[in-house]
């Protein structure tokens, strides 16, 4: 079985991804962390000059940019490895936020990614939530649900889940900086953010987790019908 879940930043992808994997016993798997990952490994690399990309350097260092899945010993969870280091926390910055959409609209990545994807969901039931899984990476997968919330719902989730490590930042910014996302993710030419005919709508902005998951037990039992 493969579930795809694409949908907009910040609007509970991955927690909703993982209570329905978890609840399943498959494997997850966080797309968006591995083009977050490739984010990270530009920034280190000093590839962003004046804010701006270069993108042909990413391009000619794709075979040095390794990003696996791995289970922790400490937690028993799975986090997101680049090139060996376990780069879960650092992946989750606003810095990286600020600069994943401008990198993932690398064609040459995204096909490197969508291999990698599909490797994973070849031999296993998996859930896998991002941007393009239901329209790109699995087409053809079993259920597809399409995930938002409003602007302003979703920028409070995200301002409080950075307020939570610990980081200081501003609402405003964090607002900006999701709608700077929506509009590269909505806009560029490969594989844009979309909502499959096949897809099925989920607005939760005002749901919470369990209802969430009262929704997918129930579409869930009539797709196995």
């Not at 042909?56 to 922790?72: A, G, H, N, P, T």
Request: with cysteine; net charge negative.
């Amino acid at each position: 079985m493969i579930i795809a879940i694409d949908g907009h930043s910040s609007c509970g992808k991955s927690s909703f991804a993982k209570r329905i994997a978890s609840e399943l016993g498959v494997l997850y798997i966080d797309s968006g962390a591995m083009y977050r990952a490739a984010t990270l490994f530009c920034i280190e690399k000093g590839y962003f000059q004046s804010k701006i990309l270069n993108s042909q350097k990413l391009i000619e260092s794709l075979d040095d940019l390794q990003i696996e899945f791995r289970k922790v010993q400490e937690s028993n969870e799975q986090k997101v490895f680049l090139n060996g280091d376990n780069v879960e926390n650092r992946i989750r910055s606003l810095e990286v936020s600020s600069k994943v959409s401008e990198v993932s609209t690398i064609p040459e990545l995204r096909e490197k990614m969508v291999e990698i994807q599909r490797n994973y969901g070849r031999n296993t039931d998996v859930v896998m939530e991002g941007r393009d899984i239901g329209s790109v990476v699995f087409p053809n997968a079993d259920i597809k649900i399409f995930l938002t919330a409003c602007p302003e719902v979703r920028a409070q989730r995200r301002y409080d889940e950075i307020i939570q490590k610990g980081e200081k930042v501003d609402f405003d910014a964090v607002m900006n900086n999701l709608s700077h996302r929506d509009k590269i993710d909505q806009g560029r030419s490969a594989s844009p953010l979309i909502q499959t005919e096949d897809s099925i709508l989920l607005d939760n902005s005002n749901m919470t987790p369990e209802e969430q998951m009262i929704w997918f037990r129930n579409l869930l039992n009539k797709s196995q019908k």
